[in-house]
């Protein structure tokens, strides 16, 4: 998810704001500490924001998952 953000050139706090969600759980979700879940409505937000595909998302997840 990190490099995602990344990509898309935003801060941690920014994703926040426009997520409505604690800082704390984006970089959570950076860490690969846990995963976004959302209804498909804010995915679909989600996936704006961080300029993004669902496939890319799904990968990002995947990573997570190879790192447990």
């Not at 490099?3 to 898309?8: D, E, P």
């Not at 860490?31 to 990968?59: A, G, H, S």
């Amino acid at each position: 998810m990190k490099q995602l953000r990344l990509r898309a050139g935003k801060k941690v706090e920014e994703i926040a704001v426009e997520l409505d969600v604690a800082i704390s759980t984006v970089r959570n979700w950076d860490q690969l500490k846990t995963v976004p879940r959302m209804t498909p409505m804010k995915l679909q937000q989600l996936m704006e924001v961080y300029r993004c595909t669902f496939i890319e998302l799904v990968q990002a997840e995947a990573e997570r998952d190879a790192v447990k």
